[in-house]
């Protein structure tokens, strides 16, 4: 595998491009909506990520699963069937395989972005954190733009422009904020001069996100903050410092520059922050399905086809693997991340003080992404699973002191298997892209049928625009995806 650290750097590179354009066009692109032209850009970067990065990084990936302790390979094993049989034993098997690819691809691309991410240098690092914050500022101009325009009639979704939710801003948001703090720590010295460059972008988008009061996005970056401290201690203070004074900035603009409420306003929010906006009945269903339908659940996108005209998903990717894949799955996810918890632990404890900082802004990244999906869709939804792989695959992908080696070394034959691997990776890339496709037909096409079964023009999505599979069997109901 090429170690240059322009190599490395590409599967970032693609990454990054593709979030920005799949951020800005829209505003651009008038006749195509955000949701759908995010979906292209994600639905591009997981094809290259799986295509081109894997098949650059298959010998790594697999001499590293065959590597691993057997404990481990038992516990990959024991989840790829139990993966498998819920997709295989499904009411729809083509709407299982689907589902099964989409894992697949997040999955490998995470993989893949790791792999490189233990090559970057010093230099790939603060280009990454530049390009963020230098995302976050043309983003953050063109937001008040907008807002100043729609300020007398102004409602919460205005505060997230480009993004069909302003939920999916804050999905977006809770990943990359901490991110581009990596321009200020990926040196010798943090940069002061950096730090004020962004000190700016940063206030600006919590200020969208306190304005538009998105819930699961700030508690997760309340919340990355003291975990980066505790994990890292002293080496955490300038990220986290940071994190923080911009937050306390955009909080006093939201309190002083917010056209929802404020300052001398009876009601500061405008709906009630303690409540759960309907989460906790879809929480409560999806207890319940994982329990009568164990142990492979509802099947895979069952909660999009459970009978209920509701939200496609449970908002919560613990309690939407148990409903969907069965109790015992989610268990084992569960595991998983304890034990990738574990890992990070430790590897901040052997860690030199030099790289602490660095490894503290993808900490509280990801600290924040974990604790937000747990409230929120970002699995499902377009970008905001890109960021989820990014930070996924920076975070376990780090290495102190990583960079390219500068002698040589010697091309390793790569295994028959490694190749057979990447190859049947790449097929499911293809169903993908194949399946999806007609998926987001049949949406379009049953998009007016379910209005008329709602009651009301409203949308549920998932990786469409219309996410109930109820409404796409009544005008398909012979559709090849919907065959048992």
Not at 2 to 30: E, K, S, Y
Not at 99 to 105: K, P
Not at 226 to 238: D, E, I, K, M, V
């Amino acid at each position: 595998m090429t170690r240059t650290p322009a190599a490395a750097f590409l599967p970032l590179a693609v990454i990054l491009f593709c979030l920005a354009a799949g951020v800005f066009l829209p505003w651009q692109l008038w006749s195509l909506p955000p949701y759908d032209l995010q979906r292209a850009f994600q639905g591009g970067a997981l094809a290259w990520l799986v295509a081109v990065g894997g098949f650059q990084a298959r010998r790594p990936l697999y001499c590293s699963l065959a590597a691993a302790a057997f404990a481990q390979r038992l516990v990959s094993a024991t989840v790829a069937l139990l993966m498998l049989l819920a997709a295989a034993l499904s009411p729809f098997p083509g709407i299982g395989l689907l589902e099964l690819s989409y894992l697949l691809a997040l999955g490998v691309s995470v993989a893949v972005l790791a792999i490189h991410a233990a090559r970057l240098t010093t230099l790939c690092w603060m280009l990454t954190g530049g390009l963020l914050a230098l995302f976050m500022l043309a983003y953050g101009v063109f937001a008040i733009d907008h807002v100043r325009v729609a300020w007398a009639v102004a409602d919460r979704h205005d505060f997230g422009p480009g993004f069909a939710n302003v939920r999916f801003f804050a999905d977006v948001a809770v990943g990359v904020m901490p991110l581009s703090l990596l321009y200020v720590v990926s040196r010798q010295a943090p940069s002061r001069v950096a730090a004020m460059l962004c000190l700016a972008p940063l206030t600006v988008w919590w200020w969208l996100l306190w304005v538009s009061e998105s819930r699961g996005a700030l508690l997760g970056l309340v919340v990355a903050g003291p975990c980066a401290l505790w994990l890292l201690g002293r080496g955490a203070r300038w990220p986290v410092g940071l994190l923080a004074i911009s937050g306390v900035m955009g909080l006093l603009g939201w309190w002083y520059l917010n056209p929802l409420g404020g300052a001398g306003d009876s009601a500061i929010f405008v709906r009630d922050i303690t409540s759960g906006s309907g989460r906790l009945a879809l929480w409560r269903d999806a207890l319940a399905y994982s329990v009568e339908h164990f142990p492979l659940g509802l099947g895979p996108m069952g909660f999009a086809a459970d009978g209920h005209l509701r939200s496609a998903h449970v908002h919560n990717l613990l309690l939407n693997t148990a409903a969907e894949w069965g109790l015992p799955l989610a268990l084992l996810w569960l595991a998983l991340m304890l034990l990738g918890c574990r890992a990070l632990i430790r590897k901040a404890r052997d860690m030199p003080e030099s790289s602490k900082p660095v490894f503290a802004c993808l900490v509280m990244a990801f600290v924040g992404m974990m604790v937000n999906v747990q409230v929120a869709g970002a699995q499902v939804v377009p970008l905001s699973a890109l960021v989820m792989v990014l930070v996924t695959g920076l975070v376990f992908g780090y290495r102190p002191g990583s960079g390219a080696s500068s002698a040589p070394r010697a091309k390793a034959p790569v295994p028959i298997g490694a190749t057979l691997a990447w190859a049947a990776s790449v097929l499911m890339i293809i169903y993908l892209l194949i399946a999806g496709l007609a998926l987001y037909r049949l949406a379009v096409d049953s998009t007016p049928e379910c209005f008329r079964e709602l009651g009301r023009a409203y949308l549920y999505p998932r990786f469409w625009s219309q996410g109930r599979q109820e409404c796409m069997q009544l005008v398909a109901p012979e559709h090849w995806l919907f065959r048992q």
